[in-house]
């Protein structure tokens, strides 16, 4: 069975520090995707990255990374010089190649204080 | 096109009363789902549709629950006789690609309250 999660409910980090959003996940496929996604107060999903399973190369984008290591079975997401409009609940989730939908975690609020 | 549109925003209904919420997904998207999100939890999967066609149905979604794609564009989502515990935000998703786990659009929700 496919699960995911994400063992920080909330995390508070004052602007400018770095924080790194944990997911961990458990599948039995050999070929899966991973996502990270954000919900600001407005409530919309807003989609950030899929991964699959076979490429394990680190990603980064502006000041978010992402540390994809099927050793551990982990996906670990950092944002870099964290910013007030980074506040919002983040899910990390996760999709099994012979299934058609995405299975989240319970998500992290993160709070970023000025 | 302005991404996968919900309506309403908010309902507010009496226990008993029947309930339908629409999506309107992004256009070209033969991918619809539905998702439901309670307080402090992920969203959790209902159903889908593969043009009209509703393909899978989560043991979530009781016999109060049905879901329609009539001409494979829009949904409706209608729950009857609701009770307190269908209280939650009702999330829809739309996809291109056939398989979800490429990207899947996600509107703003429809936010149930049921007293």
């Known amino acids: 069975a496919q699960k995911v999660t994400q063992a920080q409910t909330e995390i508070s980090v004052v602007e400018k520090e770095d924080v790194t959003l944990d997911c961990v996940y458990e599948t039995r496929d050999t070929t899966y995707y991973l996502f990270w996604y954000k919900q600001p107060p407005s409530g919309e999903l807003v989609f950030l990255i899929r991964r699959n399973s076979f490429d394990e190369q680190n990603e980064i984008s502006g000041r978010y990374s992402w540390n994809f290591q099927k050793s551990t079975s982990s996906f670990n997401f950092t944002i870099t010089a964290s910013q007030v409009v980074d506040s919002a609940v983040y899910f990390c989730a996760l999709s099994e190649a012979r299934d058609d939908k995405i299975i989240f975690g319970k998500g992290t609020r993160l709070h970023i204080l000025p | ?115």
């Open chain 2, 1 to 115: 096109d302005t991404g996968v549109s919900q309506d309403p925003r908010h309902k507010i209904t009496k226990r008993g009363q029947n309930v339908t919420f629409r999506c309107d997904p992004i256009s070209e998207h033969n991918r619809l789902y539905w998702y439901r999100q309670t307080l402090g939890q992920g969203p959790e999967f209902l159903t889908y549709f593969q043009n009209e066609a509703q393909l899978e149905k989560s043991r979530l979604l009781s016999d109060r629950f049905s879901a329609e794609r009539p001409k494979g564009s829009f949904s409706t989502l209608e729950i009857q006789r609701t009770e307190q515990g269908d209280s939650a935000m009702y999330l829809c998703a739309s996809s291109l690609e056939p398989e979800m786990n490429t990207e899947a659009f996600f509107g703003q929700g429809t936010r149930l309250t049921v007293v």
